[in-house]
């Protein structure tokens, strides 16, 4: 089994920001512990110092001045890593044995995936995952925004919300950005969901084919209340075994406790959904692996 979605760094202020193989080594122990043979790290592009350089001040073609005061405020909270000291303590643990590939999990801002592909293509990543977080300044999985996020979704409306989410999906897959499409039905996060999702659902379905991208199935919605199941949930995920899109598995784990978190739970929802391989991804091309 694989894990395709691991984090060094929670989401927390003020944290430091130093990437250790010792760190790698102790995921690869307890992943190990749950039958994972190979994990991806992917930490945040937003975490980075050279893509701050490159991306500050995306967020102000937003209108309102509150989600930009917000995202800003986040934005600085969580930057201060050094995309060098990531990616060459991730070759030397891949060097001394760990079964770790390189990755990154890439956000969608709309107009700047040209200058973070130029940035991205300096490293050798294995696997790049791509990411809607943000629908312009509104941080959609934010943990903290909760009186944000329900006057967000009151005065967008459902349909409304998950048509821009599904939008901007479609988009970041156009731009070939990204090799893996990272927790692909995010919009559910907080339990609002349209009546009917199928037109939502085939749209994402229909950018991860037509962008030759996998898809992730990831087990933390099934550790969010508002989720209650993985991203994403079998309707989804069958429609992406429909059209041939190959799939990893993820835990999305922020810290050991949460590597590999249910993967072999996510395995057997891949199984049922009638996938017979997952996707590993070296110098990013795919290797499909049995399941
Ligand atoms: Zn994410
Ligand atoms: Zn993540």
């Known amino acids: 089994m694989i894990d395709y979605h691991v984090h060094l760094w929670r989401h927390k202020p003020n944290l430091s920001l130093q990437a250790s193989v010792d760190q790698m080594a102790e995921y690869c122990e307890h992943a190990a512990g749950l039958g994972v043979t190979e994990l991806a790290i992917t930490e945040h592009t937003s975490r980075f110092v050279q893509f701050d350089a490159l991306l500050r001040g995306w967020w102000e073609t937003d209108p309102s001045p509150e989600l930009q005061a917000a995202t800003l405020k986040y934005w600085d909270e969580e930057l201060g890593a050094d995309l060098d000291q990531y990616v060459e303590t991730a070759l030397a643990a891949r060097a001394a044995g760990l079964p770790v590939v390189v990755g990154m999990e890439v956000d969608y801002f709309p107009g700047q995936m040209e200058k973070t592909a130029r940035l991205l293509q300096g490293y050798p990543f294995d696997v790049l995952l791509g990411s809607v977080h943000w629908i312009g300044a509104w941080l959609i999985n934010a943990p903290d925004w909760g009186p944000i996020a ?18 901007s999906v479609e988009e970041l897959a156009a731009t070939a950005t990204v090799d893996v499409l990272a927790h692909p039905d995010l919009v559910k996060i907080s339990g609002h969901r349209p009546d009917v999702p199928d037109e939502f659902h085939d749209r994402i379905a ?55 978190w249910r993967i072999g739970d996510l395995t057997a929802m891949a199984k049922a959904a009638g996938y017979t391989e997952v996707t590993t991804f070296r110098g990013r091309r795919p290797q499909p692996q049995p399941l």
Request: hydrophobic letters at 35%.
């Open 150 to 167: 329900e006057r967000e979704w009151a005065s967008r409306g459902v349909e409304r919300v998950w048509d821009d989410y599904t939008r």
């Open 206 to 260: 229909e950018a991860a084919r037509a962008s030759g991208l996998a898809a992730e199935l990831n087990s933390a919605g099934l550790r969010r209340p508002g989720a209650l199941e993985a991203y994403p949930g079998p309707p989804l995920l069958r429609k992406f075994r429909d059209l041939g899109v190959p799939i990893t598995t993820a835990s999305d784990g922020h810290d050991v406790d949460y590597v590999s």
